[in-house]
């Protein structure tokens, strides 16, 4: 069987893919209830692109270099369907604490919103202890702990995400967390699931982010660049995850010692997004 690169896979499935998440993203809105919290939005979930500028000293030195990936069910075909919280734990914890539980995961679903991570953390604690097998309480309190730095402790969330919700959704939070740590082989192996996955092009090119910077993590330059070098052409209308994308390559670039690629690129990406990061500053550094 020919080996099809994930983001092609990706981009051909994407037409179709979108107009039913769209579809599906009105409907969950037009049940939203007051009490239903909502969940994070995609563009402050995942890994910044700046996240690529951290030394790879560092990461050697917490990795754990050659340890295995760990053991992980395999994912189903598709993710087990999405229930209301407020259903899930009336289920897991009876009525009667149920209302408490929703309550303080919505709490939670505000405090991440408005970037007060330490309160978020506060709020979904008893949901978590109480409700572990809950996907949106794991879900949330790994990404809270990611953006406090707590990798460790994100990852378990993140991990039990995955194994509840059969998901690939926050694969590259899970895999940069992973790799914050070192673990180079759970970094491999999340991103070959989602290959398998194929999920929206958005999530693969964030991905391969991740997958870049571990890679340069390790000092391998040549091979993070081919992989973000790879189907790369820059759209004319560019989203938040190409633009991401372009700034990670050039930054590498920069760091490789090929000024005029990065000169070029962090350009284009200054031309989109001027407040991306310290691209602007990164743009004068160079000419």
Do not use: C
């Amino acid at each position: 069987m020919e080996y099809e690169d994930p983001e092609t896979i990706a981009q051909r499935e994407e037409y179709k893919q979108r107009k039913a998440e769209r579809a599906r993203r009105e409907a969950e809105r037009a049940a939203e209830t007051p009490e239903k919290p909502t969940r994070p939005q995609r563009e402050r979930d995942l890994p910044a692109a700046s996240d690529l500028q951290r030394q790879a000293s560092r990461a050697v030195s917490r990795g754990r270099k050659g340890a295995p990936a760990r053991d992980r069910r395999r994912l189903p075909g598709r993710p087990h369907p999405v229930k209301d919280p407020a259903v899930a734990l009336k289920k897991l914890v009876g009525e009667p604490r149920s209302k408490t539980l929703v309550r303080r995961l919505h709490e939670g679903a505000k405090a991440f919103e408005a970037e007060r991570f330490a309160d978020a953390r506060t709020a979904l604690g008893p949901v978590v202890k109480e409700a572990p097998e809950l996907p949106e309480g794991r879900e949330l309190m790994g990404l809270t702990l990611y953006r406090l730095g707590k990798w460790k402790e994100a990852i378990e969330h993140l991990e039990s995400f995955r194994e509840f919700a059969g998901s690939t959704e926050q694969h590259p939070v899970l895999a940069d967390a992973h790799r914050a740590l070192g673990n180079w082989a759970d970094v491999d192996v999340l991103w070959a699931e989602l290959g398998e996955a194929s999920p929206s092009a958005e999530l693969v090119v964030e991905g391969r982010i991740v997958v870049a910077g571990a890679k340069a993590d390790q000092g391998d330059l040549t091979s993070a660049i081919r992989l973000l070098e790879q189907n790369w052409k820059p759209p004319k209308r560019p989203m938040g995850h190409h633009l991401r994308r372009a700034y990670a390559l050039a930054d590498l670039y920069d760091r490789a010692g090929r000024a005029p690629r990065a000169r070029e690129l962090f350009s284009w990406v200054a031309g989109h997004a001027p407040d991306l990061a310290d691209v602007q500053q990164r743009v004068k550094a160079l000419s």
